[in-house]
C-alpha cells in the first residue's frame, strides 16, 4: 500500500470512528478517542510525506525540463545540437545551475543523466590557507597540477556491449566439433556445434565514489568540469581497469580476465626465452581457441626490459633513444610487441602478459553510462558549506571463450 492509498484508509477509519459516536449521540469514549488520535497523527505525517515527494518530483521534472530546453543538451535535440564532449562538460550542462541557486538549502540532491591532483580519501576539497584577519582579494588560481595518469586501454581492447537487466547469462564456448565444408547441389550440410557449452550468468557490480567540494568551488563552471573530468573520473575508469582485468568475483567485484576457469597458460624458460613465450602464447589462441590474437597486456616494467633489449651489436630491437629500428623507419616511442596492439599498464602483475583475442572472445557491458550526482544532505555538509559529488558506473564483464586467452609468465632471472 502506498502513502496516497494509505492515506485514504486512515481517513476513512478515522470518518467512520467519528460518525459512530455522531450516529448515536454520545462522546468518544476513551478507547475511540485514543485510537482516533493515533490515526489523527499518521495522517499529518503522511500528509507530510506526501508534500514532501511531490515537491522533490516537481523539482526533478523541472531540471529535466531545464535540460531538454538547453541549447546542446541532448545530442540531436533542439538549440545548437552539440552534446557534451567530457563527462564534466554534460553535469554542468545539466545541473550546474541548478546547483549553484540551490546552495545552502539542506537535503538537495541534483543529478544529470547518465552519459552514453589527489586528496586523501577523508578530505574535502576547499578554498583556504590565508591568515585570520587578514584580507584575502587576490584571485584564486584554479589551475591543477596534474598528479601522473596511467594510460587506460584495456577497457578499449575488449568488446563492448548495453545490458537492460541486472545480468547477462551467456554460453562459454569450448572446442567446436564439425565445421563448414563445400557442399554439392541437394548434398547434406554439415552440422557443427561446441562441446559441452557451458551457461553462465555475470550480474552488473557497481563501481562508484565520491569527493566533496566547498561552495566557493561550485560558482565555477569551468573548475567543476575539470574536477569531475580529470579527477572523479580518471578513478573510476582506473578502477574499473583494474576490475574488468584482475577481478575476483567475490561480494561486489567482478570476474576479471585473468581469473577465468580455462584460461590458457604459457611459461618462459628465462631471459631469452621470454620473447618467444609471449609469441608461443598467441599461437595458442589462434590454434586452441580459433581466434585472432588483437592485443596484448603489459606491466610497465615488463615492457622496459623488453624496450631496452640490444642485440650482440648492442643495437636496440625496438628502436634507439634517436632512431627506428637498426636506424630506420623513424622513432616509435612505444613500439607494439610482436605487431600487436600493446596496452602497457600497471593493472596487470609484473612478470604476466596477457594476450588474447580480446574483442571476439569477452565483451564488457554498461548498463546506462557513468552517472553523476552532487547533493548537500551527507554528514555535515550543509552546517560546513559542502557538497558532495558522486559519480558511478554498473558494469559487467562475459568472457565467452577462456580459450581465446592466454596469460603468460616471464621469468627474468638469469
Not at 485510537?35 to 500528509?47: Q, R, S, V
Not at 550468468?201 to 561550485?218: C, H, M, S, V, Y
Not at 599461437?283 to 580459433?290: L, M
Not at 632512431?323 to 630506420?328: E, I, L, R, T, V
Request: with cysteine; hydrophobic share 40%.
Amino acid at each position: 500500500m502506498n502513502p496516497k492509498e494509505r492515506l485514504a484508509a486512515l481517513i476513512k477509519d478515522a470518518r467512520g470512528i467519528a460518525e459512530k459516536a455522531k450516529t448515536e449521540n454520545r462522546d468518544l469514549t476513551t478507547d475511540e478517542q485514543t485510537d482516533l488520535d493515533g490515526k489523527m497523527a499518521e495522517i499529518t505525517t503522511l500528509k507530510e510525506q506526501i508534500a514532501a515527494g511531490e515537491k522533490s518530483a516537481a523539482t526533478l521534472a523541472a531540471l529535466d525540463a531545464m535540460a531538454a530546453d538547453a541549447p546542446g543538451d541532448i545530442p540531436g535535440g533542439g538549440g545548437d545540437q552539440v552534446g557534451a564532449k567530457s563527462l564534466g562538460e554534460h553535469f554542468v550542462k545539466h545541473a550546474h545551475e541548478s546547483l549553484v541557486a540551490k546552495k545552502g538549502l539542506s537535503n538537495v540532491t541534483v543529478g544529470a543523466p547518465d552519459f552514453t591532483g589527489r586528496k586523501a580519501a577523508a578530505d574535502n576539497h576547499v578554498v583556504g590557507g590565508w591568515t585570520e584577519g587578514v584580507p584575502y582579494l587576490t584571485d584564486f588560481d584554479r589551475t591543477i597540477v596534474q598528479a601522473p595518469r596511467v594510460r587506460l586501454t584495456i577497457d578499449d581492447l575488449l568488446a563492448q556491449g548495453p545490458i537492460s537487466g541486472n545480468a547477462i547469462s551467456y554460453l562459454v564456448e569450448s572446442a567446436l566439433e564439425g565445421g563448414f565444408a563445400t557442399v554439392a547441389e541437394g548434398g547434406a550440410k554439415p552440422q557443427m556445434h561446441f562441446l559441452n557449452p557451458t551457461q553462465k550468468t555475470d550480474a552488473l557490480k557497481k563501481i562508484a565514489g565520491f569527493i566533496t567540494l566547498t561552495d566557493e568551488f561550485l560558482e565555477d563552471a569551468d573548475f567543476l568540469k575539470t574536477e569531475i573530468d580529470t579527477r572523479l573520473l580518471y578513478e573510476l575508469a582506473y578502477m574499473q581497469e583494474q576490475q574488468l582485468l584482475n577481478g575476483n568475483g567475490t561480494g561486489q567485484n567482478l570476474l576479471g580476465v585473468l581469473n577465468r576457469s580455462g584460461l590458457q597458460t604459457e611459461a618462459s624458460a628465462g631471459p631469452d626465452d621470454n620473447f618467444d613465450a609471449v609469441f608461443r602464447g598467441m599461437t595458442k589462441v589462434e590454434t586452441n581457441g580459433q581466434l585472432p590474437v588483437d592485443g596484448l597486456v603489459i606491466h610497465p616494467n615488463d615492457y622496459q626490459r623488453f624496450r631496452l633489449t640490444k642485440d650482440g651489436n648492442q643495437q636496440y630491437y625496438g628502436g634507439g633513444p634517436f632512431a627506428g629500428q637498426y636506424a630506420n623507419d623513424g622513432l616509435v616511442l612505444q613500439p607494439p610487441l610482436w605487431a600487436q596492439k600493446t596496452v602497457v599498464t600497471p593493472a596487470i602483475a609484473e612478470g604476466t602478459v596477457a594476450v588474447g583475442s580480446w574483442k571476439l572472445a569477452a565483451t564488457a557491458y554498461r548498463k546506462g553510462g557513468v552517472r553523476v550526482e552532487a547533493a548537500t544532505q551527507h554528514a555535515s555538509n550543509f552546517t560546513n558549506n559542502l557538497v558532495t559529488i558522486r559519480a558511478e558506473v554498473r558494469r559487467a564483464l562475459a568472457v565467452r571463450k577462456p580459450l581465446g586467452f592466454c596469460k603468460v609468465a616471464l621469468d627474468w632471472t638469469a
